[in-house]
Structure formats: C-alpha cells, structure tokens
C-alpha cells in the first residue's frame, strides 16, 4: 500500500489564484481530514469527512472547501488565496476501530501566497 | 476551549540517555491519546497510543504514561538515538463524533552524541 500520497509537495500561488490539493488513500479509510501546520505550531484541523458524500468543517475552514465523491480522494480547495493561507498542509486518514482512530499522515503539500 | 498543551518546547538529551516527553491536557472528557513524531519536512508518523481506560503502554522502546487524575501524558523513549531526534506531538480525542484530534504545539527533542 501507497499509503496516503498528496500532490503537489510544493506549490507557490499569487494573491487571488485557486488551485487544488489533492490527497488520496489506498486503505479504505473512512475518516480523512485536512490540516494546516503553521511554522512551529501543532496541526489544525481544516476540514474532515466521515465518508464518501459526507464532509464537515473542523477549526479553521474558512477560505477552503472540500468534496468527498469517493472513498479514496479527498481534495482541498483554495478558491482565493491569500497570504495568511501560507502553510504547509497535511492529509490523513483512519479507519474507526473500537474506539482506536490512529490517522496517519502523508507527506504534506507546502503552499506559499506571495 | 479545551488544549493539550506541552511543558517543554524543546529537550536536549544525550545519545543512550532515556527521554521524556510531558503534554498536558484540559479536556476530561478525552478518551484516546496519540503520540506523534514528527522529522524535518515530513509528516507525523504515529508512534503510540492509550486509551483512557489504560495508564501505560508499551511499545518498542517507548512507553506512554496517562495520569487521568492530573490529566498528564508523558512519552518516555528508552535509549534514545540520533535517529529520534524529531518533534513531538501528543494528540487527544474527545468523546465526541468525527473521530477529531487536537493536537499540542510540540517539543522537540534533540539527541546530542
């Protein structure tokens, strides 16, 4: 197994341009999630998704939107990108078991808004 | 709102010597635990986890501790290597849906030869 992959690794994005990252798990993980990890700070949650069809905002949404049309993708959009928006960001994955829901992580896309 | 927070920003110890990794947490209610560990530009690689009807785990040289009365989590790394060196992220799960973590700052630990 891939694991989690996500493309790109890194990306540089103008003021006001989209663009989409995408993440995908060969697992057959129910749960996936987005995070954003700031410079010296712990991840915060973006976005998450329970299923296929089903997503739900997490601590910071604002600014990025998210569909879940399969149970192996789970892209994140950036419709507006602003300067704050400059993080690196973090896919996972778990699959709920008795109450032990390790996610595992890929290896993160680094986005720069200049 | 709720945190987990850690002591230590950073910790130095020396190759050979064990190490401990504090992270405290504010919610009671959490009922699962992770431990992370985290290299230079990759992303966090699970290392072990606790439920919170347990007070210690075992792994491979790591152990994790729970305090629930303190609400304390500590991750002790047995002959510590050059290759732990990495930051390092407890994580907890509250007893809601969704299967949410909130993940701490981190530490880092850094392993002098």
């Known amino acids: 197994n891939a694991g989690v992959t996500q493309t790109p690794k890194f990306r540089i994005l103008k003021i006001g341009q989209s663009m989409t990252l995408q993440c995908a798990q060969d697992?057959?993980?129910?749960?996936m999630y987005w995070y954003r990890q700031d410079p010296g700070m712990g991840l915060k949650l973006i976005y998450y998704s329970v299923g296929a069809g089903i997503t739900d905002k997490g601590e910071v949404p604002n600014g990025y939107n998210v569909s879940r049309s399969t149970t192996e993708d789970f892209p994140l959009r950036l419709e507006l990108a602003a300067p704050s928006q400059t993080s690196v960001y973090f896919c996972a994955s778990s699959l709920r078991d008795r109450g032990t829901d390790t996610q595992y992580f890929g290896p993160g896309t680094r986005l720069t808004v200049l | 709102g709720e945190s987990v927070g850690l002591h230590l920003p950073t910790l130095s110890v020396q190759e050979g010597d064990n190490s401990i990794i504090n992270c405290a947490y504010s919610?009671?209610?959490?009922?699962?635990f992770i431990w992370y560990k985290q290299e230079s530009g990759k992303g966090p690689q699970f290392i072990i986890d606790i439920r919170s009807n347990m007070d210690k785990r075992q792994g491979q040289r790591v152990t994790v501790l729970l305090n629930k009365t303190v609400k304390h989590l500590s991750l002790q790394i047995a002959a510590t290597q050059p290759g732990d060196s990495a930051v390092y992220f407890c994580a907890e799960k509250g007893a809601g849906g969704g299967n949410k973590l909130t993940f701490g700052t981190g530490t880092q630990l850094k392993v002098e030869l």
């Open positions: 919610n009671s209610a959490s009922d699962y």
């Open positions: 697992m057959n993980h129910n749960y």
